[in-house]
């Protein structure tokens, strides 16, 4: 499958047999749209990771590996076509193909290394993003109990108060009644003989 408008016209362009110099002028510009939606891919990962599974990271990377392989053999053929029509002898162009392919196998194993190190990357921040949440939240329930405490621990203070506030009032209370009638105890025989001497001098 060809993923970019470039891979299109240089597949056409060899197709249809036109010079060496439109083909070459072709896959530069087919190279160069491949390394901006490579670009363009990555960036997307990127931005969209924190809402991305495992399933999804591997949706992602089997994808653009099937987009790798699609990229290479659209070069070999191009390249094939330039070797093709490269008046060269015959030794150099077969020393020039495999070489190309040993290029070729090494940058694909490149950016597969490549790709695995920017995905190990993004799940590590991805951890770290939920362990930094998770830390967050915590702290918030520690706080929220703390202050629940704190509001319970005061209602009990305030309940002990009013509790010896209520039985000093009561005690006071009590003392003064106390007091009131043991002074109108103490007044009774007072009187009772004041009515007596009263009565004797009449």
Known sequence: MIHTNAGKKLMQSVKVGEDRDTVRALRALYVRDFDSLEKHHDRYVRCNAPNCSQDDFDGERDWIQAVIYD???ILAKCDDYLVQTNPKPASTVSIASSRHSSVSSRQARIHEAERKEREAQLMLRQVEDETRRREEEDAK?????DYKRKVESERKQREIRDEIDLQRLSGAIMRQQLNDVTVN???APTRASSVVSGLSRH
Request: glycine residues 0%.
């Open 71 to 73: 990229h290479q053999a």
């Open 141 to 145: 329930i520690r706080e929220a109990e």
């Open 185 to 187: 105890d103490q007044a």
